[in-house]
């Protein structure tokens, strides 16, 4: 069952992690979304999400956080392991699941090969 949850082991949370990536500028996108890639050391990728108020109100946000947070739980083991996503949406109306999780998995290996 664990498996299938979201767990806390599979977040970026703090500050110091989203900046640690920004700094690095490995960055991937698409027409939906942005992916700033970090080496994490660890046997499994995590997942920060950066949803601002330039997306739309706290639903928007909110709707994007879910549809990302399933797509990287529905795509983890396609997801190159070691390695911190910061993913940032780009429009305030989301894609469907199946997208998402298409351009998330190909991002994140793009971003990886970016890091060697």
């Not at 977040?11 to 700033?36: E, H, K, L, P």
């Not at 999400?49 to 706290?58: K, Y």
Request: hydrophobic letters at 35%; charged letters at 30%; one cysteine or more.
């Amino acid at each position: 069952m664990n498996e299938r949850r979201f767990l806390r082991q599979y977040r970026v949370r703090g500050t110091a992690d989203f900046q640690r990536a920004y700094r690095r500028r490995c960055r991937t996108s698409d027409g939906w979304i942005v992916v700033f890639g970090h080496p994490n050391g660890l046997p499994h990728p995590r997942l920060g999400i950066s949803a601002s108020r330039r997306l739309g109100g706290a639903v928007v946000r909110n709707r994007w956080k879910r549809l990302l947070r399933e797509a990287f739980r529905l795509s983890r083991p396609e997801l190159p392991s070691g390695i911190d996503l910061i993913v940032i949406p780009r429009h305030s109306t989301p894609p469907p699941l199946n997208i998402l999780r298409g351009s998330l998995v190909r991002l994140a290996k793009k971003a990886a090969e970016k890091l060697g």
